[in-house]
């Protein structure tokens, strides 16, 4: 297989500096205030970034090491396939997050729902605009009948951790 490689854009802060005070999801982190600090070099493309009201933040899960294909989610206690979860012990450990964008100010972009640790690297950033996801129905898999709560959950060492 090729390797691909990426070049951080920016770097995210956040309040969260441990793993197990971390979200999971950012349902779970409503109004957690952070920021993002994109370098130099790529301001230019935060034209107009702030006429939208939430953005799509792409990073790199740095402190997560290994993976299994099989995993128990936070909100099963059966197994399920890697890419039927958004665990973040991944082949390609990347995370994907929806963001309220509060305001920009240079390269500087304040943020509210944050559910990533603080010194992430920022691989990307696109738009959140509704109308470009589809509007048909949407099947929620095995989470259909899960039970727990997003909001309550925080990270432990099954999804960031050293492997197991």
């Known amino acids: ?86 665990a973040p012990k991944r082949p390609n450990p990347i995370g994907l997050s929806v963001v309220k964008l509060v305001r920009r100010e240079g390269q500087i972009l304040y943020i509210e729902n944050v559910d990533m640790l603080d010194g992430t690297p920022l691989l990307d950033i696109k738009p959140f605009v509704p109308g470009f996801e589809q509007d048909a129905e949407i099947r929620r898999g095995w989470l259909e009948n899960a039970n727990g709560r997003v909001d309550d959950a925080r990270s432990d060492s099954r999804f960031l951790d050293k492997p197991d």
């Open 1 to 86: 297989m090729a390797t691909i490689s990426f070049t951080p854009i920016g770097i995210i802060h956040t309040p969260y500096t441990l793993l197990e005070d971390m979200p999971i999801q950012p349902t779970g982190a409503l109004g957690v205030p952070g920021w993002v600090e994109v370098y130099p070099e790529f301001i230019e493309g935060l034209t107009d970034l702030e006429g939208f009201s939430h953005i799509y933040l792409l990073f790199h899960f740095h402190k997560s090491e290994g993976f299994r294909l099989s995993v128990v989610p936070f909100l099963d206690t059966r197994p399920h396939g890697l890419f039927a979860t958004r």
